[in-house]
Every structure is written in structure tokens, then in C-alpha cells.
């Protein structure tokens, strides 16, 4: 048999698509590999982004025989003791969070679980928003003042005429790229704008909801010129944070930080203890109300699970 390693750009059921230098080889994973401990914890064992070791078969199928050492996880879990993690990609460079402007509209709530997840996994965040030719002066001044001190990249662009296209190309060029987003927001136009010759199909905006429809129905790893690997996913309009524990989520909010050191009480959620820091840096416009008020709701929900799992 012919031994191979490549990167997992496609899961379809118990079959993987690996690409290997030019070749992509449909393989499927070796039982014993299912019975591994550290990956019982994994609704599916392999993901898109995998570096793995295969074996081609007399008959040309492959099987995986070993998964090489993940750099990071990007993953998600739902509501429910038993549940296991649903992995959306692996070995990331960063994650690109495609909002636009209208149609559907901006929901940086969304945005900021999306943060919260990446910086649990330690990968860097980028937040497109697409749509800017029909922004005005004031939804930008908006979304600049509420990330002002959170350490967000954003960019701004438009699929339709073009602007700020170049400067988000450098951005995820030579990388390996997750884009996340609601659906209709126009992760594929992006992509076709960019990379005409990959000819996506483009998602409709339905009439009746506003919001998009799906065209991605499987995680896919789409390679380009320059090693830039984009990992497109399907619309997701719910995303978990249930393995989080309360009195962590503050640590994931760049602004909260160092500043949570100083509030009176330790640990401090920065909710209801007196004598908060982080408080008081929203009540004198130091941190946007508007994103303390998305970390609570993250907050209550989170706290609201862990209390009632076991109830």
C-alpha cells in the first residue's frame, strides 16, 4: 500500500476528502482510530484542517491512520450534559467574522461569542463587515466606538464595488482562514469577488424571514493562489458557549483584562459586586455600554445552564 499525508479539506458522513500535494483521495478512518480516548469527546473524530496519515488500498480508497498533533481547535458545544463538541475547523490561523451592514443587519452580540469562542482556543479574530457602500457616518462611527479599546481588527468592504477589497485580501492571504457567518451576509460574494474563478453559488435573501438561505451545507476547505486556505461553513445562527464557566467569560473580553484585577472582589463578575472596576469604566464611557450589555446577556445565559444542568 502506498502511504500519503495531506490536510482534510471535506467531511461528508464517515468519508474525508485529503488533499495530498496535487491528488485529493476520498478516505475513511481506521476503527481503531475511533476508539481513541482523547477523541470520544468529538461528535466526529476528524475535521476540516486535519493533517493526517493515510494508506492507499489495492482498490484506491484510503484510510487514515494516525491524526498529527492540532495546533488549535475551533469548536462548539450545545446545551445538554452529554453532548459532545461539534469540531467547525482546526489548525487555524485566524477567524474571519463576516457581518454586513444590512440585509441582514449587523449583530455584533453574535460577533462577541464568536470572539469570546476564538480567544478560549487562542486564535486570532477578524471582523469583516461587508455591505460598507450602503453604510453611513454614523453605524461606522458606532461600530468603531464599541470596539474602541477591545482590540478587534475590522474591515470594512463591499462585494459589490470593490472597496476595501485589497486591503482584506493582504489580510487573509497565505493564511488559513475560518469565515463564520449568518447566512446572507455575504461570505460568498467575498469570495467570488476576490477569487472569480472559484464561481460560488451566491445565497438569496428570503422575503418573507430577511434573512439569508444557506448555499454552504458542508465545512470546506477552498484553496487559492498565494497557500491561502479559506475553510467556508455554513450559515450559523446559534453558536454555544456552555463549556465556559461563569467566572471565566470576563477574561475573554480584551478591555475587561488587566482591569478586572483592580475590582474589590475576587473573583468579580462585574454584575452586581460593589466597587467594580469594570463598572465603573462603563459608567464614565471608558467601555461601550452597548458591549458590557453583551457580555451580560453572554454572562446570564452561561450562568443560567451551568445552574440548571444538574437541577
Not at 468529538?42 to 489495492?58: K, M, N, R, T
Not at 469548536?75 to 489548525?91: H, L, Q, V, W, Y
Not at 485580501?169 to 469565515?179: D, G, P, Q, T
Amino acid at each position: 500500500m502506498v502511504s500519503g499525508k495531506g490536510v482534510v479539506i471535506k467531511v461528508f458522513g464517515l468519508y474525508y476528502a485529503v488533499k495530498s500535494g496535487n491528488d485529493i483521495v476520498n478516505c475513511f478512518l481506521r476503527g481503531k482510530m475511533r476508539q481513541r480516548g482523547d477523541l470520544h469527546k468529538y461528535s466526529d473524530p476528524i475535521a476540516v484542517g486535519d493533517d493526517v496519515l493515510f494508506e492507499i488500498q489495492d482498490d484506491g480508497a484510503g484510510v487514515i491512520e494516525e491524526i498529527l498533533p492540532r495546533k488549535n481547535v475551533f469548536s462548539r458545544k450545545e446545551k445538554g450534559r452529554n453532548k459532545r463538541e461539534d469540531i467547525i475547523a482546526c489548525n487555524l490561523d485566524q477567524i474571519i467574522v463576516v457581518q454586513s451592514f444590512a440585509s441582514p443587519k449587523l449583530n455584533l452580540r453574535f460577533v462577541d461569542r464568536l470572539y469570546v469562542r476564538g480567544c478560549k482556543g487562542d486564535i486570532p479574530i477578524v471582523v469583516c463587515i461587508n455591505k460598507i457602500d450602503i453604510a453611513d457616518d454614523e453605524i461606522i462611527r458606532y461600530i468603531k466606538e464599541y470596539y474602541k479599546n477591545a482590540r478587534i481588527r475590522i474591515s470594512m468592504v463591499s462585494a459589490l464595488t470593490g472597496e476595501g477589497i485589497d486591503e482584506f485580501r493582504k489580510i487573509i492571504e497565505k493564511r488559513v482562514s475560518l469565515f463564520v457567518g449568518n447566512s446572507g451576509v455575504g461570505k460568498t460574494s467575498l469570495l467570488n469577488y476576490m477569487y472569480p474563478h472559484l464561481q460560488l453559488r451566491v445565497a438569496e435573501i428570503s422575503r418573507s424571514t430577511g434573512k439569508g438561505r444557506h448555499t454552504t451545507t458542508n465545512v470546506e476547505m477552498i484553496m487559492s493562489e498565494k497557500k491561502t486556505c479559506i475553510i467556508d461553513t455554513p450559515g450559523l445562527r446559534e453558536f454555544g458557549l456552555m463549556d465556559i464557566e461563569p467566572a471565566a467569560v470576563g477574561n475573554y473580553f480584551y478591555e475587561f483584562g488587566k482591569l478586572g484585577a483592580l475590582c474589590s472582589f475576587q473573583p468579580c463578575t462585574h454584575d452586581h459586586e460593589p466597587h467594580c472596576e469594570i463598572k465603573r469604566r462603563v459608567d464614565a464611557g471608558r467601555i461601550h455600554e452597548d458591549r458590557y450589555v453583551s457580555y451580560l446577556n453572554m454572562l446570564y445565559s452561561i450562568r443560567d445552564y451551568h445552574e440548571n444542568l444538574y437541577a
